[in-house]
C-alpha cells in the first residue's frame, strides 16, 4: 500500500481527508472546532482516512457537577450585579405607584 502525502506539506504523511475539497491533509492543515475537525483551507469537516478513528472530537472536561457549578455562580454574580446597579430590592422603600392620577390637592386657603 502506498503512502498519501499532504497536499500542502508534501513530505508529511497525510492522515485526514477533506470532505468538501477533498484535499489529502496532515494534521497541521486541520483544526479543532467544537467537537469536529476542519480542513484549514476550505472549513469544511475533515475526516480521518484511518475507518478506526473517531469522526468527531469527545468532549473534554464537561462533567455535570462542574457544568451546575459555573451555572450556579453566574447565577450568583448576575444577582449581586444588580444589587449593585439597581439597589436590594426591598418594597418597603418605595412608595406605591400613584395610579390612576388622583386629583391634584386643593389650594391652601391663605393664599386666596
Known amino acids: 500500500m502506498t503512502s498519501q502525502n499532504c497536499v500542502a ?5 497525510a492522515t485526514f481527508q477533506c470532505d468538501g475539497c477533498g484535499r489529502l491533509l496532515c494534521s497541521a492543515c ?8 476542519f480542513c484549514r483551507h476550505c472549513r469544511e469537516r475533515a475526516l480521518p482516512l484511518d475507518a478506526s478513528l473517531p469522526a468527531a472530537l469527545a468532549a473534554a ?3 455535570g457537577v462542574g457544568t451546575v457549578l459555573l451555572t450556579y455562580a453566574v447565577l450568583a454574580a448576575s444577582r449581586l450585579l444588580g444589587f449593585a446597579l439597581h439597589g436590594f430590592p426591598c418594597s418597603a422603600a418605595r412608595s406605591p405607584p400613584r395610579w390612576p392620577p388622583t386629583a ?3 389650594a391652601p386657603t391663605w393664599w386666596a
Open 9 to 13: 506539506h508534501p513530505g508529511v504523511a
Open 104 to 106: 391634584p390637592s386643593p
Open 61 to 63: 472536561g464537561r462533567d
Open 30 to 37: 486541520v483544526e479543532q472546532g467544537h467537537r469536529l475537525l
